[in-house]
């Protein structure tokens, strides 16, 4: 089992920043890949930005390329979103998600609010 547990969301202005970070924890850590999600209301939720966990590839939503960026710290079990040159129609519930094989994802945080304001 392993827990996600996501933090560094909040209100910010259109053009801003944020950080949001990932921390996992779980007796059998091991991903393939994690990733974050993203989820508006009455939508569909979205892959925005992942990470390969041992070699670090990274891939992203064309939506955010050149705006996010997605990184790990392997010491410390944490994903990190940078978050730069927000927008509004950014502001979603982001999740963190980990994939113990290419296949899919296994587990999920309970996501964090991030809202832009115009």
């Known amino acids: 089992q392993v827990q996600l547990v996501e933090s560094g969301g909040g209100l910010v202005q259109a053009g801003g920043s944020l950080r949001l970070s990932c921390v996992a924890s779980?007796?059998?850590?091991?991903?393939?890949?994690m990733g974050w999600f993203r989820q508006a209301p009455g939508k569909e939720r979205e892959l925005v930005a992942a990470?390969?966990?041992?070699?670090?590839?990274?891939s992203y939503a064309d939506s955010v390329k050149g705006r996010f960026t997605i990184s790990r710290d392997m010491a410390k079990n944490t994903v990190f979103l940078q978050m730069n040159s927000l927008k509004v129609e950014d502001t979603c519930v982001y999740y963190c998600?980990?994939?113990?094989?290419?296949?899919?994802?296994?587990?999920w945080g309970q996501g964090t609010q991030v809202t832009v304001a115009s």
């Open positions: 990470i390969t966990w041992s070699g670090a590839i990274t």
């Open positions: 779980g007796r059998t850590f091991s991903p393939y890949r």
């Open positions: 998600a980990y994939a113990q094989n290419p296949f899919k994802y296994d587990y």
